[in-house]
């Protein structure tokens, strides 16, 4: 077999994989089924050996946080600990369904459970709910809870929600999908939340106001609470997006600040696994007096047992079958446990301290828009000696020096963004190489600014024609049969 | 200092020289006086792998898992076999600690499992594409009926099954109150199908689409080609909820002229997990995709003209399209994905229809050992797959804590969706006739 293949183009009539114990019972004949039954089943057909070559092989052509380094600015690329993946499979833990009799699950109930004093604790919010499957379904069930509160009040005529410019594309997508209306506000020059731009589209419709803090250029806000004054004031409520929770943890808490609603994105700020895409979760924390819309269940403890609890009649409903990403909870549980309090501080404190010890240098060589202490990343835009050489050109050059690109042109807001965060787990000595990588990316564009604009050259592929894949749409294996013929 | 976290004691002193602070409080200057956080968070640790393994498993000995317990459980979660290669691939770092492939040069494992996804996917569903997957079947279902909406001019109705398992209809309730979307509940007949008729009189201009589940939630297999004749007749769309397993017997919904396919692919090889993650699977024609949600990976080629995948249509997506996108939908369930693909690589051609002729032949022979006992009887006429309803003419509370004590999860008590004395009971390929027979045993000793 070709290790270069797709898994069909391995498949050979007869071959299989599975292995099953033999029917003990009598077979039923499928046209007792009360439905037309298939004549071909089209699955590939290959031996376990095949299957996993296969497998192993595709594998080698990703990178990985266990390969090397991930400065993704807003994605919190730490290190995913390996303890974390054994607790999460130990079988009592997992092999357990979700119609269990609540008795028979009292250790997970635990462990949610505390799982969610410890997110409320480091948010300063007052109950979580653990159900959202990712961090934008958790802005989802959090716009629906404002919606909720300001429909019971009778304002149905709350209907807006405002925006800053420099906002995660979700934001904007999640107003859409809670029914809103967007007001986009322009930012200052930092970032932040311009108090006067705010100021001007305040009436009475206002519903809310979503923000990240520190802003999506790594500043903090320091004018956070007037901004919850002005909304509060409007009688509108404030919501944290959690995407940026690993610069303050232990150092400042989003409830503390006047946020009424906020998300954690745990597959950031708590180490689990990206998965090449998913599964996270997006637990969801509010203040008291918003307890009474969250999604149902709640998990509660009574006495000495944990139940869930489904009397809730203002609640919002459910975002989702059962109840939350349990699986991925668990890695949360165990992330948190062996940091504790004093380890998550210290893990925001070198996240920050990382992150500016990367600035302080790459600004030398790089435009540094705004040039003030950062939190936990920060933007840069473009070569200061070679301003015609573009970040996608940087970003893919940095790949043949074995690294994985920074976020590019995100945000919006900076011309040729390159948004660098490290993260707490990366040593000094892999700071220090990186940032000699793009130095010497930087020497390359101007002398060779071809080099560049042709890279990567070490890559699995190199450079791939993203419009013929839009033009062509060969989605699946047919798809690619028929183009052939 | 702790052992994640490599700089500390004098290499975080010179870092900070570096930058011309000297303390860690100098990094956290521009944070307002007020808002410091004072004191330390109250959250206990850092334990030690040791401690924690501890913690973990003391919490694990008060659940009792299916090795405890053999279970009889389903209500849209089915514990199926998860062959054993699937954790050995899953567990390689290259594929869950990767990030989402949008530098492809550096992703093509991920992206070429998309794209090998997608293959498998339409070729169950007899659809020509699908997407990378979606968080769970739940959220496959919403996103679906919003696709509906989408495709039909001042549409804000949609008919949804009683059939439908009735915690995704209220995910479906709340995603829709929020956006002024009516949901209308089409009734089951005495058969336990959709009820067609009643379908017809819900029926007005404004509705864009039928939703049935397939099996459906109470075990019965609908009558598809009628439900698509339905679709056709009142030219909205049809979206059938399906379980994957039951394709490896059942003609394939595309080539009953189906529009959207969902589902929840747990049983694809996904453990239980007491409820996620799983992945929310969505096909349908080609003609709808530009306003299909979520990943999507395409074929391409780089500038040596070798072959490589690539994410594409991304303009689609929240990102790019912010406000007017057609999801805010961010991630798609990669890992749980390459989970359901490895499943049906393993099991191939022949392995899927094994598991579906078993899982329905053992439900089968439990209902009629059950019927035969006396105690039960059956509630819907008409055929069932790998789940059957019945209703028993004792308390069932007290079976099923009976039953428990036994050492069996006897099965779903359908009294926590309104219908008091029935019994929701799911039969798997790894159910053998001793158990069942056990089963059967212990429900007439304790009635």
Same mark, same amino acid.
């Given at each position: 077999m070709s290790y270069d293949r797709l898994i069909f183009e391995n498949s050979v009539p007869g071959k299989f994989a599975y292995s099953l114990p033999k029917l003990d019972v009598p077979e039923i004949d499928p046209s007792s089924l009360g439905t037309p039954i298939r004549e071909e089943l089209d699955l590939p057909e290959v031996s376990e050996g095949d299957l996993i070559r296969h497998y192993v092989n595709i594998s080698t052509k990703n990178f990985s946080i266990d390969k090397g380094f991930y400065p993704l600015g807003s994605c919190t690329m730490k290190y995913n600990p390996k303890i974390n993946e054994n607790v999460a499979r130990i079988p009592g833990l997992s092999k357990i369904h979700p119609y269990q009799p609540q008795s028979t699950v009292q250790g997970s109930l635990a462990l949610l459970y505390e799982l969610q004093e410890y997110l409320a604790e480091v948010s300063g919010m007052d109950t979580m709910t653990l159900q959202p499957a990712a961090g934008a379904q958790g802005e989802l069930a959090g716009l629906m809870i404002i919606k909720k509160y300001h429909e019971l009040r009778g304002d !149905? !005529?709350?209907?807006k929600i405002i925006l800053p410019d420099s906002a995660h594309g979700t934001n904007p997508a999640t107003t859409a999908m809670a029914g809103f209306e967007l007001v986009e506000i322009p930012s200052d020059e930092d970032g932040s939340v311009d108090i006067e731009e705010l100021k001007a589209v305040i009436d009475g419709n206002l519903a809310g106001l979503m923000l990240t803090n520190p802003n999506t250029l790594g500043l903090f806000e320091g004018h956070i609470e007037e901004v919850t004054q002005i909304i509060h004031d409007a009688g509108g409520l404030i919501y944290y997006d959690g995407a940026n929770m690993n610069a303050i943890m232990g150092r400042a808490r989003p409830g503390d600040m006047g946020f009424d609603v906020m998300h954690f994105n745990v597959h950031k700020?708590?180490?689990? =696994? !990206?998965?090449g895409g998913g599964p996270g979760a997006g637990p969801v924390g509010v203040k008291a007096f918003l307890r009474e819309f969250l999604p149902v269940p709640l998990i509660e403890k009574e006495g000495e047992n944990y139940v869930l609890n489904y009397d809730l009649p203002n609640s919002i409903g459910k975002v989702k079958a059962f109840y939350g990403n349990y699986g991925i909870l668990v890695r949360t549980f165990s992330y948190i446990s062996t940091m504790g309090g004093p380890g998550l501080r210290e893990a925001s404190e070198m996240a920050v301290l990382n992150a500016n010890y990367l600035m302080e240098r790459l600004k030398k060589t790089y435009r540094l828009p705004i040039d003030k202490l950062c939190k936990h990343e920060f933007v840069l835009s473009g070569i200061q000696a070679a301003p015609n050489v573009s970040t996608l050109d940087i970003a893919k050059r940095l790949m043949d020096f074995g690294f994985h690109p920074p976020?590019?042109?995100? =945000?919006?807001?900076? =011309?040729e963004a390159m948004m660098i965060e490290p993260t707490e787990t990366e040593s000094r000595d892999t700071l220090d190489r990186f940032m000699d990588a793009l130095e010497a990316i930087a020497k390359e564009a101007v002398e060779n600014p071809e080099l560049l604009h042709n890279a990567p050259y070490t890559t699995p592929v190199r450079r791939i024609d993203e419009v013929y894949a839009a033009k062509a749409l060969i989605l699946t294996y047919k798809d690619m049969l028929n183009e052939k013929n | 200092m702790h052992r994640y976290i490599p700089n500390n004691g004098a290499l975080l002193q010179e870092m900070l020289e570096k930058i011309g602070l000297s303390s860690m409080d100098d990094l956290f200057v521009d944070i307002p006086q007020e808002l410091q956080f004072k #004191?330390?968070?109250?959250?206990? #640790?850092?334990?030690s792998e040791m401690e924690l393994l501890e913690k973990a498993t003391k919490l694990s000995k008060k659940n009792k898992s299916t090795d405890d317990l053999t279970c009889f459980l389903g209500g849209g979660v089915y514990d199926h076999f998860v062959p054993l290669v699937i954790d050995h691939i899953i567990s390689r770092s290259e594929f869950y600690t990767s990030y989402t492939p949008y530098q492809p040069e550096v992703s093509q494992g991920t992206l070429q499992a998309i794209f090998e996804y997608q293959s498998l996917i339409t070729q169950l569903t007899g659809m020509e594409v699908s997407n990378a997957s979606m968080y769970d079947g739940s959220n496959a279902a919403i996103e679906a009926a919003f696709l509906s909406i989408a495709s039909k001019r001042k549409s804000n109705i949609l008919l949804v099954s009683q059939g439908v398992h009735p915690e995704v209809l209220e995910v479906i309730k709340t995603y829709c109150h929020f956006r002024q979307i009516e949901v209308r509940v089409v009734p089951l007949n005495d058969q336990g199908r959709t009820d067609l008729q009643k379908a017809q009189e819900l029926m007005e201009a404004g509705v864009a689409s039928i939703m049935v589940q397939n099996p459906n939630f109470f075990g019965v297999v609908e009558d598809i080609d009628s439900v698509v004749k339905f679709s056709k007749d009142h030219k909205i769309m049809s979206i059938d909820y399906v379980d994957p397993i039951s394709l490896g017997l059942f003609e394939a919904p595309g080539d009953q002229g189906v529009d959207v396919v969902v589902a929840d692919g747990q049983s694809l090889g996904n453990g239980m997990n007491y409820g996620g993650p799983y992945l929310g699977v969505m096909a349908m024609r080609k003609k709808d995709v530009r306003k299909m949600p979520g990943r999507v990976a395409g074929l391409s080629k780089d500038v040596d003209g070798k072959r490589a995948f690539v994410l594409t249509l991304q303009a689609r997506e929240q990102h790019i399209r912010r406000f007017k996108a057609t999801s805010n939908i961010c991630s798609n369930q990669a890992l749980n994905m390459l989970v359901a693909s490895i499943y049906l690589n393993t099991m191939g051609k022949k392995g899927l229809r094994e598991v579906a002729i078993q899982s329905a032949s053992k439900a089968a022979y439990l209902k009629k050992a059950l019927l035969e006992t006396g105690h039960f009887e059956n509630v819907f006429s008409g055929p069932n797959f790998k789940e059957f309803t019945l209703r028993y003419k004792g308390d069932v509370d007290a079976l099923l804590k009976g039953l428990e004590e036994d050492g069996f999860l006897g099965g779903l008590n359908l009294n926590r969706f309104g219908r008091d004395g029935e019994i929701l009971i799911a039969v798997t390929e790894k159910r053998s006739k001793a158990e069942m027979d056990a089963y059967v045993d212990a429900v007439r000793r304790l009635s």
């Open positions: !149905h !005529h709350r209907t700020t708590f180490s689990t =696994p !990206h998965g976020t590019v042109y995100f =945000p919006l807001i900076i =011309p | #004191g330390e968070l109250n959250i206990p #640790g850092a334990l």
